[in-house]
């Protein structure tokens, strides 16, 4: 392996690392889908342009897409605690 001799617990430390970043990398993906779902929101609801005041239409759909928001960030939670918990044992 590259001429280095790597004990248990580098390895462990390195597969550690290792875990460490590909939940960040999800974080990061996950931050990025939050920022796309929040434009196709706000372009679907907002078809018209910001106004002074929102229509019942405009609410009812901004409602909706702060629900769906909340559904996914929970179930996109409950995913990150299991991957943390297996990771753990």
Known sequence: MDGFDFNSSEKA???ELQRMIAIEQQKAQFQAQVHNFTE???DKCMDGGPS?????RTE???VNCVDRF???TLSITN????MVQ???H
């Open 13 to 15: 430390d390195a597969s």
């Open 40 to 42: 196709v929101c706000w």
């Open 52 to 56: 002074s005041k929102l229509d019942s």
């Open 60 to 62: 009812i759909c901004l």
């Open 70 to 72: 909340i559904d996914t």
């Open 79 to 82: 995913r990150f605690t299991q």
């Open 86 to 88: 297996k990771g753990a």
